[in-house]
Structure formats: structure tokens, C-alpha cells
């Protein structure tokens, strides 16, 4: 049975014209008039967590079996301990 929309419904959201399309303006600019300039700076913030100046980087990496078990066996934070011994022997070589 298939489910028949009612005019009213259909017309709720009418196709916008060339005309309103010009009219429109960013809701960057709107929503400061509508809301005020604290509310809007709070509605138009970025989402998510903020950049990371320096982000790490995903790689894929083949280490040997015995040595990842070694820093899993250490406990929760082993990939973190991987990193600063990785970065220590980078050190004292001279490389960073």
C-alpha cells in the first residue's frame, strides 16, 4: 500500500526559486542578528577536539613479535613507551 502525501505536507517545503536563492545570505551572518553575538559565537564554534599542533601519525609498522610483547607486558600506555624509546634512540643519534 503505498503512502500518499498530503498537500498540506508537500508545501511545508516548497522548491526555492532563483530568486530566493540570491536572497539567501551564510548563517554566519544571520545568526548573530537573530541571536546576539554571545549566542552566536557559541551556536557557530568548531566541533570536535581542537587541532593538535603537532598531531601524530598513523603508520603501519612491522616490529618483531618478541619486542611487542615485551612493551604489551608492561601494561596499558606500552604503545606510548614505544614512542618515547623510539624517540630517545632518535635523539641520541643525532636525527631529531
Known amino acids: 500500500m503505498s503512502k500518499r502525501i498530503s498537500?498540506?505536507?508537500?508545501?511545508?517545503?516548497?522548491?526555492?526559486?532563483d530568486a530566493e536563492f540570491a536572497r539567501a545570505r551564510p548563517a554566519t551572518d544571520v545568526i548573530p542578528e537573530l541571536f546576539g553575538t554571545e549566542k552566536a559565537e557559541q551556536i557557530l564554534r568548531p566541533r570536535g577536539r581542537p587541532k593538535l599542533e603537532n598531531p601524530k601519525e598513523a603508520i603501519k609498522l612491522r616490529i618483531d613479535a618478541d619486542v611487542v610483547n615485551a612493551y604489551r607486558a608492561l601494561g596499558g600506555g606500552w604503545?606510548?613507551?614505544?614512542?618515547?624509546?623510539?624517540?630517545?634512540?632518535?635523539r641520541s643519534h643525532g636525527m631529531i
Open 7 to 17: 498537500k498540506e505536507v508537500a508545501d511545508d517545503n516548497p522548491e526555492w526559486s
Open 79 to 90: 604503545q606510548t613507551r614505544m614512542n618515547e624509546a623510539l624517540r630517545d634512540y632518535a
